[in-house]
């Protein structure tokens, strides 16, 4: 979704993720042989795992915009970020999204008939939001009749606003803002033909993307994520939440022995994530009437050690960690880094695509 344009063409971005414990920033060049990583920053705040109201912003806690854009501008200072044109992506939870299907229409009729559905779909006043559609595909009807398939995204206007505020005051220039799912769907699903769901597993939240060809088709999202996991192990095992975050790191699910209950520990809470997964799975193959092929996982939560094969087993289906950096030139020092990093940057690098692919 497009807020305004540039009166420039930049051969620069930022990308820029505001979760819901981090911020991230990705700096990309755009030569005549690659798009290049230029540089990148990331700041993480840990007072979540003391107190659960302690976070940038969450599906219930407004995003506090002078605190926001204060650690932004200490994130571009650190990392020495040059560029001021910025991409942004919003949470999950930022937004509202559906599907719309309309008959067979001239292509005038389209938005006069989305106006209405859209009254229709949206559970907030009209007036209170900033509304953008795209079709993604289309179908057949029992009695025939062909479907044209939209996807249809709504974002408070407070929220946009939040954003602008935020980055205006960090010295950006918000050029465009989009939900995470979009950013998501650029990077992972490009030239991918079939349906994947993406696991994006953050501190504080867990979203749900389904995309394919780069197209993002379906969007949810969960509050169980990577801090209920170590609050289970604070709890169960008498850690602080500090020690029980360093130790979820350091094993994950591949604790033998003596370790063995720190799996056991999670692994409920691993179930609800996958529970909602299958929910979205299930509705979106409901709605489309495709299966989804492959899942794809993102965000910090993706690096618990042995997360991979044990989704893979619980979905059967492959489960493998996304590699946003595929995508990008970048230089060698940084090779050992971008295992773990991939992840954590995937929604960033998404977004910072947004104006050259």
């Known amino acids: 979704m497009s807020l305004f344009s540039s009166l420039f063409k930049s051969n620069d971005y930022l990308g820029v993720e505001i979760g819901t414990t981090t911020i991230k920033v990705i700096e990309i060049e755009r030569t005549e042989r690659q798009t290049r990583l230029k540089n ?14 302690n976070a940038l912003q969450t599906s219930s806690l407004r995003a506090m915009e002078s605190e926001i854009s204060a650690y932004l501008g200490v994130v571009l200072q650190q990392a020495k970020i040059k560029t001021r044109v910025a991409i942004a992506a919003l949470p999950a939870f930022s937004g509202f999204t559906t599907l719309v299907e309309l008959p067979e229409l001239d292509p005038e009729e389209v938005d006069q008939a989305m106006h209405f559905q859209i009254k229709q779909y949206l559970p907030m006043p009209l007036s209170t939001v900033r509304t953008d559609y795209f079709k993604v595909g289309e179908r057949t009807d029992e009695a025939g009749n062909k479907l044209h398939q939209f996807f249809l995204t709504a974002i408070p206007i407070g929220q ?19 939900l995470e799912g979009m950013s998501l769907a650029r990077i992972f699903t490009a030239g991918i033909k079939d349906a994947q769901l993406i696991i994006d597993i953050g501190a504080r939240s867990t979203s749900f993307s389904v995309a394919q060809e780069g197209i993002l088709k379906f969007q949810s999202q969960t509050d ?5 996991l170590t609050q289970a192990l604070a709890s169960g095992m008498n850690f602080s939440p500090k020690r029980a975050e360093e130790i979820k790191k350091q094993k994950g699910l591949l604790g033998a022995g003596g370790e063995y209950e720190l799996s056991t520990l999670m ?29 794809i ?15 893979t087993k619980q979905f059967n289906i492959k489960c493998v960690k996304g ?30 695509l947004k104006e050259i692919q």
């Open 40 to 53: 990148y920053g990331i700041l993480e705040t840990y007072g979540y795992l003391e107190r659960f109201n």
């Open 160 to 178: 946009i606003e939040r954003y602008q505020k935020i980055f205006k005051e960090a010295g950006l220039e918000l050029k465009a803002l989009e």
């Open 224 to 228: 169980f994520a990577g801090s209920s």
């Open 267 to 295: 692994i409920p809470l691993l179930d609800v994530i996958i529970n909602e997964a299958n929910r979205a799975r299930e509705n979106f193959e409901r709605v489309y009437r495709q299966q989804i092929r492959g899942i």
């Open 297 to 311: 996982l993102a965000g910090g939560g993706s690096n618990l050690p042995g997360i991979e094969d044990y989704f």
């Open 323 to 352: 590699d946003p950096f595929a995508h990008l030139g970048f230089p060698k020092e940084i090779l050992t880094l971008t295992k773990d990093l991939a992840p954590v940057f995937a929604v960033a690098i998404g977004a910072s």
